[in-house]
């Protein structure tokens, strides 16, 4: 759990979106130093415009958000350098000749500002960041040439050389096979418990994470639910949500809308 209750993310009756379309209304919700916190919603219920707002990519529409205490309206506030993010996975190249520590080497440049060479320190740096991932025996490798397991990982080194606050993963799991899904997750598990950095792990996948996080965030457009997965994944709660796409078992959720787009 949590060291101590100081919230790093607070987002105060903050909405977001365009004029005339609101993707988040009326959102309040602390994260803490520290929390492990997991954030569920159907596609399309604001979780990407979630992410775009800790990163200060979209400013509240109405109501404040407040990141490290910080409020600013500057979008690129040199916090958020303290926010390693993982978008969503894109294909990689398998010609793209970049090796897996030039990779990780581009998270030190975000945390150093544009104009000021990496040296030696950002490549120890980096390649502790490696190691944490257990990747480090591939830094010579063409990043094309790993798994989509293998580079999701050196996508989270290279976070992590940013030696930020915050992890903000962006449906880590997605289009990986069943067994990198889940050594993505243990790994992000593994990087909570020995770092202790707070982490937000937005997903569709709620099976895979509601035994490992401290919260859940139930998001469609509004903030529905945000608490221990045993009191968010409520068949009464959920149905509010998900409507006929939800199917609980004895043991799983089975989600019916993420098959159509997933498989």
Known sequence: MSDSLE??????????????????????????AGEFVGVIGPNGSGKTTLCRAILGLMAPVEGHLHIFDCACDALRC?????????????????????TV????MMGRYGAL??????GSKD???AMEALSHVEMDEHK??????LSGGQQQRVFIARALAQQPKVLLLDEPTTGLDMTA???VIELVEHLHDELRLTIVLITHDINMIRSRVDRLVLLKTRLYAAGPPVDVLKPEILSQVYGKDLVITDKDLIIVEDYHHHH
């Open 7 to 32: 919230p790093i993310i607070r987002f105060d009756h903050a909405s977001f979106g365009f004029p005339g379309v609101i993707a988040l209304k009326d959102i309040s919700l602390s994260i803490n």
């Open 78 to 98: 040199h916090h958020r350098a303290k926010i390693g993010y993982l978008p969503q996975k894109g294909a990689v190249d398998r010609n793209f000749p970049v």
């Open 101 to 104: 520590l030039e990779t990780v």
């Open 113 to 118: 500002g544009l104009f000021t060479r990496p």
């Open 123 to 125: 490549r120890a740096i």
């Open 140 to 145: 010579d490798t063409a990043l094309g040439h």
């Open 181 to 183: 899904q889940h050594n």
